[in-house]
Structures are given as structure tokens and as C-alpha cells.
């Protein structure tokens, strides 16, 4: 197993895409700790799946905005399994469609400290428990190209997270490696709650796969970026939707 005896933080591990990577994590041996915010029984779930393959796993409820929340997972964790290892940071979302008119700046805020200051409160508390591995950030295909409708907070944080590991990857290398995953149209909540179904049907006819993604496509590349197997990988923000948009 490629991660065997390894241990991997997961935030927002309870549903979607959090799920599926921890699970694939879990799969190739690592010892995973997930973060969830509401859904205790989505976090449960993840953890009965991950047992079932006999993993290790924990849940820790938490706000990952919140300084102190990022301390108490990140501190259990190390006292569950020792260290840390892998870090996924995959807390994020919309919030809800705002035009810059009608936004105003508690949204923004909102926004921002959900995907982006999250994202770093976590490496800067994972960090002092690193003595190698790796870092995936959950950039967004909106940080490509902007979002659609009503995106323009969500666009920016996620475009801000690809400038993070960029700058990142040259701070933390050569003994820490830190990329970035772009998803497109994935068939999750986040497009259940946030996108038409017109327009999904819309994508699917004119992606050159003619499908939307599902949470193990994006799992699939987490765990390789999780792995040796990329081991001269670090900088790289990697689109994954299905053809819809090159970069």
C-alpha cells in the first residue's frame, strides 16, 4: 500500500468530494482524520466506509475558519495517529450568487475566509507536524475563468488558492509538495444547491466527455498526488472537468 502507516488530514471529509478522497486515501493504507462542520451523520458515514476497508479514521466537528478549530483538529489528530502527513484542503463553497452590485462585504468576507482563509490556517497549523509529504488545495475551475453568474467572491478565493501553491510549493520544497485541483461540472451537492439543471445538461452536451465528474474522479487524482507516484510534481494546479475548458 503507497500510504501504509502514513496519516492524512481531509477537511470537509464528509460528503462528495471530502468523502471520496478521504476513502481513496484510506484505501492505500494512510490513517485519515476528516473535518466536518454540520453534517455529523455524513461524517459517520465517511468513517464506516473507511473501517470497512480496515482503516483507521476520526471525525472532528470544526469551523475551519476559526483559528481555534484549526488547532483542535489538527491537535487531534497528531495525538490519534502521531504526525501528519498528507493534507487535503477541501472546506469550501459558494455561499450563495451575489453580482459585485448587490454583494455586500460581509458576504466577501464570508467567502473568502471559508475557501481561502481556512485553507491557510490549516497548512500554517500542519505544518510544525510536516516533516514531509504533501499538500492538495481545492482550487475551482471558476479560478480558471471566473465563475459563472454571481461568482465573482468564489472565482476570486479559488484563483487565490492556485497563487497559494504556487508560492507554496518554492517555500515548503523540496521536503513538502503542494498542488492544486480545479474541478469543473462535478455531480455534488455544491452544483445540486448552485447550478440549474438546464445548464448541466447543457455542459454534458458539450464537453468533449459528454458526462459530468463524479467525486472519485477527483479522489483518483488526490491520491495520486498524495503518493510517490507524482513525486516531481509541486506547483501544479490540474484541471479535471472533462474537457470543457483547456489551461
Request: charged share 20%; aromatic share 4%; hydrophobic share 45%.
Amino acid at each position: 500500500m503507497k500510504l501504509q502507516g502514513k496519516t492524512a488530514i481531509v477537511t470537509g471529509g464528509g460528503r462528495d468530494l471530502g468523502r471520496a478522497c478521504a476513502v481513496k486515501l484510506a484505501s492505500e493504507g494512510a490513517n485519515v482524520a476528516i473535518n466536518y462542520f454540520a453534517s455529523k451523520a455524513g461524517a459517520d458515514e465517511t468513517l464506516s466506509q473507511i473501517k470497512a476497508l480496515g482503516g483507521k479514521a476520526i471525525a472532528v466537528q470544526g469551523d475551519l475558519s476559526k483559528p481555534s478549530d484549526v488547532d483542535a483538529l489538527v491537535a487531534s489528530t497528531v495525538e490519534a495517529f502521531g504526525g501528519i502527513d498528507v493534507l487535503v484542503n477541501n472546506t469550501g463553497g459558494l455561499i450563495a450568487r451575489k453580482s459585485v452590485a448587490e454583494m455586500p462585504l460581509d458576504h466577501w468576507q464570508a467567502v473568502m475566509d471559508l475557501n481561502l482563509t481556512s485553507t491557510f490556517l490549516m497548512i500554517k497549523a500542519s505544518l510544525a507536524h510536516m516533516k514531509s509529504g504533501a499538500i492538495v488545495n481545492m482550487s475551482s475551475q471558476a479560478g480558471r475563468d471566473g465563475g459563472g453568474p454571481g461568482a465573482i467572491a468564489y472565482a476570486t478565493s479559488k484563483g487565490a488558492i492556485m497563487s497559494m501553491t504556487r508560492g507554496l510549493a518554492k517555500e515548503l520544497g523540496p521536503a513538502i509538495r503542494v498542488n492544486a485541483l480545479c474541478p469543473g461540472m462535478i455531480d455534488t451537492d455544491f452544483h445540486n444547491i448552485h447550478t440549474a439543471d438546464a445548464a448541466r445538461r447543457g455542459f454534458e452536451a458539450a464537453a468533449p466527455l459528454k458526462r459530468q465528474g463524479v467525486s472519485d474522479d477527483v479522489g483518483n487524482l488526490v491520491l495520486f498526488l498524495a503518493t510517490d507516484d507524482s513525486s516531481f510534481i509541486t506547483g501544479a494546479s490540474f484541471d479535471i472537468n472533462g474537457g470543457i475548458l483547456f489551461s
